[in-house]
C-alpha cells in the first residue's frame, strides 16, 4: 500500500474578509500535505455578495486568498461548493489530479426547516488512487440550549444526504471520511461561568472542561456522531474571541464549536488493509480576523499502488490521455488538438467527455477558458483530434489543456505547458505534420516501454 497526506481546516469566518496581511498558506505550518480541504462557514452571503463571488470573481475572497497563497506551492484547485455561506474547497498537488475519480458535491439545507441554507453541509466525495474518501462541512444550530437540534440534524444528514454512485451512495459507506465544520455544540452551562472556564483555560485544565463538552456527551450516549472518531482537543477553546485579539468574549461561554471527525473503514477489500492516522489536531490563534479560530488536522492514509491496483482490477486507475505537442501554435489561428489513448482505457470515454484550455499559471480547474468536446473515434494512425476555433486563442502565452470525462467527475489527462505566439511568417506546416509528429511520439514511446521492459 502506497499512502498520501491530507490536510482539514475548519474555520467559520463570521462574514470578516481576509486582510492584505492574511496569509492562509501559514496554515499548513511548513507541511506540503497532497491533498487540503478548506472548510468555511459564516461567508459573508448577502445578495451583493453572492453575486459578486459566484458572477465575477467565480469564488468567495477567502477560498480565493488561500488559493493565491498555495500557488507557488504547487497546488490547484480542483472542486468548490457553496451554500449560502458554508463552503468546501479541494485542493491537490498538480502530480495527484490524474488520480481524480468520480468527483461529486453534494448539498443539505438545515435552516428553517430544510427551506433555508443558512445552516447546513456541504460535501466532495472522490476517489485517489482507488480509494473513496468523503468530506462534510458542516455549520449546525447555534447556542447552547439548540443541541438537540443538533444532533437531530446529523441524524437527518447521515440518512437524506446522497450521491448517484450506489456503491458510496451515504456519507458512511465511503472508505474514509471526515466531517469538518462549526458543529455549533457547547459546553453545558449550568455549573460553569465566564470566569470559570477562562481561568481553566488560563491554566490548562482542558481536560476539566471537556467533560462538559455537549459533543463528547453525544458521542458518548450514541445520540450523534458516535459513529466517527475524534482526538479530543489539546488546544483551547475556538469560541468566542474578541474580534482582533486572542481575549476571549465574555458575552459568550468559550467552546469547542469547531471539529474535525474522522473514520476509516478498514476492512472495505479483501486482502488488503486500509489505515487512517491523524498526526496533529491543533487551533490556529494566530488569525484575528473572525471570532472563531482556525481549527486543522493533518492525516495520512492508505491508498492503493500501481500494483494492486492491477491485482485487483481497478478501472481507469491513472492518467489515461496523453496528449501531443504538435507545436508551434499561433494565436488568431484554428487550433488542433491531438491525443492518444490506449485501446483498453478507450471503454473510459464517453460521449461527453470535454478538454478544457487554461492559462499555465490559471490554479483554478474551476475556471477554464474555453472547452470543446472531446473526440470518440480516432481520425488517424490512432490518434484522437480535437479542434478549437481561432477565437479561442486570441493572445499569445502559455496555456495547458486538461481532460475531463462527462461532468468532470474523472482528470484523464493533462497536458505540459505550451507556448502560444504570433506567426512571424508563412506559410505554415502542411496538414499532415501533426499527424508525423504524432506518430513519431508513439514511436519513441513504444522504444521507451521496450527498454524500460526488455521481457516485452
Request: hydrophobic content about 40%.
Amino acid at each position: 500500500m502506497d499512502s498520501i497526506s491530507v490536510q482539514l481546516v475548519t474555520w467559520n469566518v463570521a462574514t470578516k474578509f481576509p486582510g492584505v496581511d492574511t496569509n492562509l498558506a501559514s496554515l499548513l505550518n511548513d507541511s506540503k500535505p497532497d491533498i487540503i480541504l478548506l472548510g468555511l462557514q459564516e461567508v459573508k452571503a448577502q445578495p451583493q455578495n453572492l453575486l459578486a463571488d459566484n458572477l465575477l470573481a467565480g469564488e468567495d475572497p477567502w477560498t480565493a486568498s488561500l488559493r493565491s497563497s498555495l500557488a507557488p506551492l504547487g497546488y490547484i484547485k480542483v472542486r468548490s461548493i457553496r451554500l449560502v455561506g458554508i463552503v468546501l474547497s479541494l485542493f491537490a498537488l498538480v502530480k495527484h489530479v490524474t488520480h481524480l475519480r468520480g468527483i461529486e458535491t453534494q448539498y443539505t439545507r438545515l435552516g428553517f426547516a430544510g427551506y433555508w441554507g443558512n445552516k447546513g453541509c456541504v460535501s466532495i466525495r472522490f476517489k485517489i488512487y482507488g480509494v473513496s474518501v468523503c468530506i462534510v462541512n458542516a455549520h449546525l444550530a447555534a447556542h447552547e440550549e439548540f443541541y438537540q437540534d443538533r444532533v437531530e440534524s446529523y441524524n437527518n444528514v447521515l440518512g437524506s444526504h446522497l450521491y448517484s454512485t450506489e456503491e458510496t451512495e451515504l456519507i458512511l459507506y465511503h472508505d474514509y471520511v471526515f466531517w469538518i465544520g462549526d458543529l455549533n455544540f457547547r459546553l453545558d452551562s449550568e455549573t460553569l461561568k465566564f470566569e470559570e472556564v477562562d481561568l481553566m483555560v488560563s491554566k490548562d485544565e482542558l481536560g476539566k472542561l471537556l467533560s462538559f463538552d455537549q459533543l463528547a456527551r453525544a458521542r458518548k450516549s450514541g445520540q450523534a456522531f458516535s459513529e466517527l472518531n475524534e482526538t479530543l482537543p489539546t488546544f483551547p477553546p475556538s469560541y468566542r474571541y474578541k474580534v482582533g485579539t486572542s481575549v476571549y468574549d465574555s458575552k459568550r461561554l468559550p467552546s469547542w464549536t469547531d471539529r474535525i471527525l474522522y473514520k476509516a473503514n478498514v476492512a472495505n477489500y479483501e486482502n488488503y488493509k486500509l489505515s487512517l492516522n491523524q498526526h496533529s489536531y491543533t487551533a490556529h490563534p494566530d488569525f484575528l480576523e473572525s471570532d472563531h479560530k482556525p481549527v486543522s488536522s493533518n492525516f495520512s492514509l492508505a491508498v492503493f499502488s500501481t500494483k494492486i491496483s492491477n491485482d485487483l482490477l481497478l478501472p481507469c486507475f491513472g492518467p489515461i490521455v496523453s496528449f501531443i505537442d504538435t507545436g508551434p501554435y499561433y494565436a488568431n489561428e484554428d487550433f488542433q488538438v491531438l491525443y492518444t489513448v490506449k485501446i483498453e482505457d478507450r471503454k473510459h470515454m464517453k460521449t461527453w467527455d470535454w478538454v478544457g484550455v487554461f492559462r499555465a499559471d490559471n490554479t483554478n480547474l474551476e475556471d477554464h477558458l474555453s472547452y470543446t468536446w472531446a473526440s470518440s473515434k480516432v481520425a488517424r494512425d490512432q490518434v484522437f483530434e480535437v479542434l478549437f476555433d481561432e477565437s479561442v486563442f486570441l493572445s499569445p502565452g502559455n496555456y495547458k489543456l486538461v481532460y475531463f470525462s462527462a461532468g468532470a467527475r474523472d482528470i484523464l489527462g493533462y497536458s505540459k505547458t505550451f507556448t502560444v505566439k504570433f506567426r512571424e511568417f508563412s506559410p505554415g506546416p502542411s496538414s499532415s505534420r501533426p499527424f508525423e509528429q504524432a506518430s513519431e511520439a508513439r514511436e519513441a514511446e513504444t522504444a521507451r516501454e521496450a527498454r524500460e521492459n526488455p521481457e516485452l
